[in-house]
């Protein structure tokens, strides 16, 4: 005698839902009821369906418990449960919409590291980069440039526009050929660049944008002495020379900086003589060589990319809490002193 015995309906029943199986896993199941009821063994419909004799006997036990064809479809399971439980997704959505700085994370913008990082710490959960950047792409976050658009220049006629050209010929101070009723040169604007309206030499608004922070890397320490100051002239590098005085009292010090004219001004040689500080020049056009530009090349990088700042102050800050927050060895390292190939052992 077989496993089962269908009856009559039970069997019309099968057989009706082996017509209409939708998937292979239920058409097996119906097709073992089937052949057991046909008087095949459990050895010859395992053989047949390519299982073990342990499966089939299980088929057969569950239709015997419950003789409904329609138990018999696939229950799969869940699976591993998902890391994304619902406070986690809302601490990344909290944190997507605000800078990583505000966290308390050094960075302009939001990376995977940074997100692990902050989601370890809100959710306690260590995710890998690749659960991240799924979850990213799920919500419709991509990686794109920034791309500002500046408003326009009011000033821009004065720097770019030209006095109307006067009919004739082309005369004394006109250029023969295309743009030949344009003069020469446009004189620059007033307290600009040059003579102010008061006869004076006026600011040099152009060296004010460049300038940064004085800065300096001691390059055995990892010591960092940083003074933010928006022009960069002589008598702010003559401070900065008394705060590094002030920061190593009674040590010899030893600058090495390059040939700006905040530098080589006669009024910082001479404080820096007075201080005991030793000035030594860099070759020109060599800031490659200067550890601590690269320092601070690798904080602009990291606090001022694809960000716009409310102000110059702002981003200066920025950059420079940043870079004090850095160990001493990380210092060193950003500054490329611990490469085998820093061209200035200490």
């Not at 082996?18 to 119906?30: M, S």
Request: net charge positive; glycine share 12%; charged share 30%.
């Amino acid at each position: 005698m077989g496993l089962i015995r269908l009856t009559p309906r039970q069997r019309r029943g099968v057989r009706d839902r082996l017509g209409r199986a939708a998937d292979a896993g239920t058409y097996r199941r119906l097709l073992a009821l089937l052949e057991l009821d046909r008087g095949r063994t459990a050895a010859e419909v395992a053989d047949l369906l390519r299982v073990t004799r342990q499966t089939v006997y299980n088929r057969a036990a569950a239709f015997a418990a419950d003789p409904d064809p329609a138990a018999l479809r696939p229950r799969h399971g869940g699976g591993h449960p998902g890391c994304w439980t619902p406070a986690l997704r809302a601490a990344l959505l909290a944190a997507l919409g605000k800078r990583p700085a505000d966290l308390g994370y050094p960075g302009a913008n939001w990376t995977v590291p940074l997100l692990r990082a902050y989601l370890g710490r809100a959710g306690g959960r260590d995710l890998s980069d690749d659960t991240v950047r799924r979850e990213l792409d799920r919500l419709g976050y991509v990686w794109k440039r920034h791309r500002y658009v500046l408003p326009p220049d009011p000033e821009r006629e004065k720097k770019t526009g030209h006095p109307p050209a006067a009919a004739g010929p082309a005369g004394p101070g006109r250029r023969p050929g295309r743009g030949r009723d344009r003069p020469p040169a446009v004189p620059p604007a007033p307290g600009r660049v040059g003579q102010a309206g008061g006869g004076g030499p006026g600011p040099d608004h152009r060296r004010e944008r460049q300038a940064g922070p004085v800065r300096a890397l001691n390059i055995r320490t990892g010591g960092r002495v940083l003074l933010a100051r928006r022009s960069g002239r002589g008598p702010d590098f003559e401070d900065f020379l008394d705060l590094v005085r002030g920061h190593y009292r009674g040590r010899p010090v030893v600058l090495l900086v390059d040939e700006d004219r905040s530098h080589t001004a006669e009024d910082s040689r001479d404080t820096a003589e007075d201080l005991g500080i030793e000035l030594v020049w860099l070759p020109k056009r060599s800031p490659h060589l200067n550890p601590m530009d690269h320092l601070w090349r690798h904080g602009k990088e990291r606090m001022s990319g694809n960000y716009q700042y409310a102000s110059v102050e702002a981003q200066a800050d920025a950059v420079i809490d940043y870079l004090v927050s850095l160990s001493r060895t990380d210092a060193l390292r950003k500054a490329g002193v611990l490469s085998k190939r820093f061209w200035l052992r200490p």
